[in-house]
């Protein structure tokens, strides 16, 4: 598929499909994508593909290193896959992984969110929240990444905890076989490629929690930065907010991301949860705010840099465990120290580095020691010493090293895969 000239050959030809909303309001994985397809125009030709119907303001990247095309339906996004050596994505439906391949394009799938741990537990899975249901699309869930793994060439994901779940899950798949691994060692075949962190330093332009929200200036302010989803705890800290004010302490938690960019997850229930406990506690719009709608990707400083520190807080579940919380690049980002509940993998490196506090979950007394030490500004100057530290670790450029070498050498690094014939979701 690639040409050679005078012995040499020329560079990948990579399409990276977003699977999300792309445009100036982007959640995670709209943000992962046009990050990825960046980092990769230095090393292949690559386009970044977009849903027609989740392409917003996309004429925004008309001077980004790489082309843009848009896709109306599954035959349409086949032909795009087909015209690459390698196509990059999250997982995407099964007919579609298998036609791409049979094209001889090499497909990486990208498995940076363990979406099985993740939506076993949620409140809603498809749409519904009755139980029969949501086992069925659960099944067809597992079954999308069971075609994936077997006819991925390459994988990345965020850490050690997600590699090895996904490891068991391709062993389980049949994905993984003696006559398929070919010498390759687990790094040849999930590399770590975690979120990253924006490259330059965040310049507000405004204050945007303080000013919109009526936050007064001298008070602490802690910034829940990000969504409200299922398996977040946003109660706990707001709890903790309550009774602090309610000692005298000029304490306040600001929220934004209340509603998704993706019209097709709107907000969330747990968002009008945590409003309606601010309600009954008396600290809605006094001590507690919520910003409206998504704040859009290059006003987040705007916002970060408003606040004096960030939260992070969710209960124990499977998510949790397998969980890599992409908010907290953007505590790094903002040079914010950070206060998180146990358990997922974030918690453990804020720990090691000390780069803020790690409280058990659902303990609202811990939750108010740690945000009434953080208060102070001595402490938190301290803390920032360190997240300098390690702040330059977390770039983008540096955490897509694996995936670039992978492309970079592509016809010797991806193996082709083989989904199998189409199976029965519900199977094992």
């Not at 292949?44 to 848009?70: C, F, I, Q």
């Not at 206060?339 to 580095?353: C, K, L």
Request: hydrophobic residues 45%.
């Amino acid at each position: 598929m690639i040409s050679i000239t005078n012995g040499v050959s020329e560079r990948a030809r990579v399409v990276v499909i977003a699977t999300d909303v792309v445009g100036t309001h982007m959640a995670g994985p709209g943000i992962r994508a046009v990050r990825i397809a960046e980092q990769l125009a230095d090393v292949a030709v690559v386009t970044l593909a977009v849903n027609a119907g989740s392409a917003a303001s996309v004429g925004l990247l008309s001077a980004a290193p790489y082309a843009v095309r848009t896709y109306g339906d599954a035959n349409e996004l086949v032909r795009i896959i087909g015209e690459h050596d390698v196509a990059y994505s999250q997982v995407l439906d099964p007919d579609v992984i298998r036609r791409g391949g049979d094209l001889g394009t090499r497909l990486v799938f990208d498995l940076y969110n363990a979406l099985p741990a993740e939506a076993i537990g949620a409140e809603k899975i498809g749409g519904s929240a009755a139980e029969t249901e949501k086992d069925r699309v659960f099944a067809e869930v597992l079954n999308q990444f069971r075609v994936a793994l077997r006819a991925g060439a390459y994988f990345v994901t965020s850490n050690d905890r997600q590699r090895d779940f996904w490891i068991g899950y391709a062993l389980a798949s049949n994905a993984l076989r003696p006559s398929t691994l070919r010498g390759r060692v687990v790094e040849d075949v999930i590399g770590l490629v975690p979120f990253g962190m924006q490259d330059g330093e965040p310049v507000a332009r405004r204050s945007a929690l303080r000013e919109d929200l009526g936050i007064p200036a001298e008070e602490f302010l802690l910034v829940w930065a990000g969504g409200i989803w299922d398996w977040f705890d946003a109660e706990t800290p707001i709890r903790a907010i309550a009774e602090l004010r309610g000692q005298g302490r000029p304490v306040s938690l600001a929220f934004y991301g209340t509603a998704h960019p993706n019209d097709l997850i709107g907000t969330p229930p747990a968002v009008e949860r945590a409003q309606s406990l601010a309600r009954r506690l008396g600290v809605l719009g006094d001590g507690v705010y919520f910003a409206d709608g998504w704040v859009a990707a290059d006003d987040r400083a705007d916002y970060l840099l408003d606040a004096d520190a960030a939260v992070s807080a969710h209960r124990p579940s499977f998510e949790t465990r397998y969980a890599f919380r992409t908010r907290i690049l953007d505590h790094f980002w903002a040079r914010l120290p950070s206060i998180v509940t146990d358990g997922d993998w974030f918690a453990e490196y804020i720990r090691d580095h000390q780069l803020g506090t790690v409280v058990p979950c659902e303990d609202v007394d811990a939750m108010m020691d740690a945000i009434a030490q953080m208060s102070h500004r001595r402490h938190r100057r301290r803390v920032q010493r360190r997240i300098d530290a390690i702040r330059d670790e977390w770039r983008w450029s540096v955490t897509t090293r694996p995936l670039r070498h992978a492309v970079a050498t592509w016809e010797a690094s991806l193996v082709p895969g083989d989904p199998g014939e189409p199976t029965d979701p519900s199977a094992g």
